[in-house]
């Protein structure tokens, strides 16, 4: 199932395992594909619009992903 590849993903970027492509940058992550979420609203509104008609029911997850030697604290 797609969406268990997706999280897989999620957790290679989060875990620093990312390409240099992405350090740094906001993401969308939908049925195993990454998407770089552009920088300007029209920009980012009209990307999330067109993946969310392409692919109805299944909701896009933003990431941010952070740079390499970046720590995130995880709180459970």
């Known amino acids: 199932m ?4 997706d999280q897989k993903i999620i957790s290679l970027l989060l875990a620093g395992k990312a390409p240099k492509k992405y350090e740094g940058k906001e993401v969308v992550v ?7 979420l552009p920088s ?3 920009g980012a509104s009209n990307l999330l ?3 969310i008609k392409k692919h109805s029911g299944i909701v896009p997850t933003l990431v941010s992903v952070p740079k ?4 995130i604290l995880i709180h459970k």
Do not use: W
């Not at 939908?30 to 770089?36: A, L, M, N, T």
């Not at 390499?68 to 720590?71: E, R, S």
């Open 30 to 36: 939908q049925k195993g594909e990454i998407y770089i």
């Open 49 to 51: 619009n067109s993946l």
């Open 40 to 42: 300007n609203d029209k």
């Open 2 to 5: 797609k969406v268990d590849q």
């Open 68 to 71: 390499h030697g970046t720590y």
